[in-house]
């Protein structure tokens, strides 16, 4: 039973995103309890298999009995697991703010919406597992469509944005299929694993270099990288406050984990090609993005543009962990990105509980509120203390382990940027704690109005989280550092 | 520097893809109206499948169907088929992302009255 756990993950979403548009025609209300049951069952199950990748090992999951390298395979190993934790964790967090909010941002679409969800944890999970290149690449395609499909939902200024998202993601999807067409044609074959075995013999080839760089490209447009980022702040801040969250706390994400397997798993950590060592030069668009990133969010004046520049300067820390080519970076590295997803989540709840209920949006108007809305204020600080880094969150553990990782590599312009980018980060949330105690005359409204319970409850957890991964940091990066490594490392 | 152009011409197909590649990268970067960004798009989505198809190719070999059932298969008479399975999985994908493009373009269009990019954004300041 346990080894098709994975099978079940991703099945469980799909089949419910499936048969949601026959059952709900008719009962638009069963949409919502039927997408939580779907959550819940998917967040049993996720630890049902990290529990069991934990115990006998990573799973090898071959579909329809097709034994690799000639059917697909699917790799649930540590790093997948954790991530799917998370990811199911997130999504069930995203589905309850959802309830009061969808239905006021999109009116009539909630069926749509909660379609869409499914489709896109459904695709997320299948990134997180693929074992084969190509497969990577359909999963990469389904999650951007229901994203486009997600940020276009409600109309209005996203619609443009949205139309945005989709030519630049075309097109990095494109340049990804165009990089894995070039891998297939010099190692015939698409399975990981056995790539992995075929590609030291390669390493000169002109093909597999060109691959690597359109496939790079492709996967930077998808993960938001700093020269690629255009597309997200628009869509993220045009989104509808009840989908902008999941957005932001999975989609970048999952697609940086997709490139961690593709140069730790197929390329082997020490590749160089061409005298030019492949992980350094990551580090430095790493680098670029990280600094970049927290410059940006410091000028932005509307609250959500300023948390999607903070989350494009983390995607660049993350890659300056995970680039350092010894342990602790990239112990430190997925810590963080399991941190950030957490951290983007709460501060896109926080946003979306700002404009749904008081309407703020700008950091200006963050002034109308100030004192009266002190668990607001509270929540705000405690994810500014994990976003800075500083001791008690998860936050600060991250960038430590990626601080020692980058010394241990005397890599010193990594770590100036990181505490650069941590600088610039304590700024941005500066700016915005200047807005909100600033006097300001107070509106009426304020006082009478109090948030929906299942916005309160999944900010309160989101920020909870926080705090926990901080004081569980240590027994969680020694358990990724004995077992989601990659083998080449 | 010439050899090279002429291993160039030595692979039409490849010429080809490029081509058509480029052509519709400069569709997407210069034109303002939202669908023509689109048809540009569609080429270089097409131009990807079509060198994905090429790589199959082999000389002197027939489809991917047995020419009878009683030789041993061998693998030099027929191109490989895997290429055109992923190009067909790819096709799907890529007529699925137009299929919400198209649809996001009538919603501009209902929206603003215009699918000219400059006006477009100019509504939404």
């Given at each position: 039973m346990n080894e098709h756990l994975p099978a079940v993950l991703f099945l469980l979403p799909l089949f419910a995103a499936i048969a949601m548009p026959v059952v709900c025609l008719?009962?638009?209300?069963w949409s919502r309890p039927i997408s939580l049951t779907v959550l819940s069952a998917m967040v049993v199950v996720s630890v049902l298999n990290l529990n069991s990748v934990i115990r006998y090992g990573e799973v090898r999951y071959a579909f329809s009995g097709w034994a690799p390298p000639l059917g697909i395979e699917w790799v649930a190993d540590g790093l997948a697991s954790v991530v799917l934790v998370a990811l199911s964790v997130l999504g069930l967090l995203a589905l309850v703010f959802a309830g009061p909010t969808a239905p006021r941002d999109l009116g009539g679409r909630v069926v749509h919406f909660y379609v869409l969800i499914l489709l896109l944890i459904a695709a997320l999970t299948g990134i997180a597992f693929a074992g084969d290149l190509f497969n990577l690449f359909v999963f990469l395609e389904v999650a951007a469509i229901a994203s486009y499909g997600l940020v276009g939902?409600?109309?209005?200024?996203?619609l443009f944005a949205a139309f945005r998202y989709l030519l630049l993601g075309t097109l990095g999807a494109s340049l990804y299929l165009l990089g894995v067409s070039y891998f297939y044609a010099a190692?015939?074959?698409?399975n990981m694993a056995d790539m992995a075995e075929q590609l030291p013999h390669l390493l000169t080839s002109k093909a597999v270099v060109g691959g690597l760089l359109f496939m790079f490209i492709g996967l930077g447009i998808k993960m938001a990288l700093v020269p690629f980022h255009v597309w997200l702040p628009d869509a993220y801040t045009h989104a509808p406050e009840s989908i902008s969250p999941i957005l932001a706390a999975l989609v970048t994400k999952v697609a940086l984990l997709g490139w961690i397997r593709i140069i730790?798993?197929?390329?082997?950590?020490?590749v160089i090609i061409y005298d030019i060592p492949v992980l350094l030069l990551v580090g430095v668009l790493g680098t670029l993005a990280a600094v970049i990133g927290a410059v940006l969010a410091l000028m932005a004046r509307n609250i959500k543009t300023m948390f999607a520049y903070g989350g494009i300067s983390h995607i660049g820390i993350i890659l300056i962990g995970v680039t350092q080519g010894n342990k602790t970076g990239f112990a430190g590295g997925v810590f963080y990105l399991l941190n950030d997803a957490v951290m983007q989540g709460a501060l896109f709840f926080l946003a979306g509980a700002l404009v749904f209920q008081y309407g703020v949006r700008t950091v200006q108007d963050l002034g109308q509120i100030g004192k009266r809305v002190p668990w607001l204020t509270g929540a705000l600080i405690v994810i500014a203390l994990g976003m800075v880094g500083l001791?008690?969150?998860g936050g600060f553990f991250g960038k430590w382990y990626i601080i020692l990782g980058a010394l241990e590599a005397h890599n010193y312009v990594a770590v100036a940027a990181v505490l650069l980018s941590t600088l610039l980060t304590l700024a941005y949330f500066v700016k915005l704690f200047e807005a909100m105690f600033r006097q300001r005359p107070p509106r009426?409204?304020?006082?009478q109005s109090e948030l929906p319970l299942s916005c309160k409850l999944s900010l309160g957890v989101t920020t909870a989280s926080i705090v926990m991964l901080g004081l569980f940091s240590d027994p969680i990066v020694q358990w990724i550092l004995n077992q989601a490594l990659p083998p080449t490392l | 520097m010439v050899d090279a152009v002429l291993a160039l011409f030595q692979r039409p197909n490849f010429l080809t893809f490029v081509v058509i590649f480029l052509w519709g990268f400069y569709i997407m970067l210069t034109r303002y109206n939202l669908v023509k960004k689109l048809v540009g798009m569609y080429l270089v989505q097409t131009s990807v499948l079509f060198f994905l198809v090429s790589i199959s190719g082999k000389k002197g070999a027939t489809v991917p169907?047995?020419?009878?059932?009683t030789d041993p298969v061998r693998a030099a008479d027929y191109v490989n088929p895997l290429p055109h399975v992923l190009t067909l999985t790819a096709i799907v994908v890529g007529v699925a992302t137009l299929g919400v493009a198209l649809a996001l373009c009538a919603a501009i269009y209902r929206q603003?009255?215009?699918?000219?990019e400059e006006e477009v954004l100019k509504k939404l300041q």
């Open positions: 008719k009962h638009r209300e939902v409600a109309g209005g200024k996203a190692s015939g074959t698409l730790y798993w197929v390329l082997g950590a020490k001791p008690p969150t009426s409204d304020i006082l | 169907v047995l020419l009878n059932t603003y009255g215009t699918l000219d």
